[in-house]
């Protein structure tokens, strides 16, 4: 299915076939497609790059197809990242984090720091986390061969 090039995101770089490998949901996903492109919401002299998750109902191209700029969807690897790290050392905290110093970590990113830490406003934290923690470990597989093939690209670029 062609990604559309007529909408306010225009497509550059394009996977159109990523159904077929959309984590669990493989062959029968609703994310149809991935674009890099001209955001939608540029001001005249002004161009952002988005990254864009192209959803089809089956019928029609979705209204929930989401973009991102591109520093957000890398912050939301490193998000992943850190979160896959706390959550393979957690066994050593009875709740599977410290209760008393809820930060995973500070990085360092413009001069500040995103701050990463476990929901503790989450009144479910207790039972969440849990069903969280499961859940990274049932696509640990999916999720390591991502991550693997990240980390050669970075390399390969001189990361």
């Known amino acids: 299915m062609q990604i559309p090039t007529s909408l306010k995101h225009k497509p550059v770089i394009v996977t159109e076939n990523y159904e077929n490998v959309d984590g669990r949901a493989a062959y029968h996903s609703d994310a149809k497609g991935l674009s ?16 864009k998750v192209w959803r ?21 690897a490193i998000l992943i990242c850190r979160a896959q790290q706390h959550f393979r050392e957690a066994y050593r905290y009875e709740k599977l984090y410290d209760i008393e110093n809820p930060v995973i970590d500070r990085v360092g990113l413009q001069g500040d720091a995103m701050t990463v830490a476990v929901c503790k406003d989450n009144e479910k934290i207790d039972e ?19 991550l693997r093939t990240l980390s050669r690209i970075l390399k390969e670029m001189g990361y």
Not at 128 to 146: H, K, V, W, Y
Request: glycine share 8%.
């Open 36 to 51: 890099l492109g001209l955001a939608q919401w540029n001001d005249r002299g002004k161009v952002d790059i988005s990254a």
């Open 56 to 76: 089809h109902t089956g019928k029609k191209w979705s209204r929930q197809s989401e973009e991102l700029p591109l520093h957000r969807v890398l912050d939301m």
């Open 128 to 146: 969440d986390i849990q069903l969280f923690n499961q859940a990274l470990s049932d696509d640990d597989e999916l999720i390591g061969e991502r």
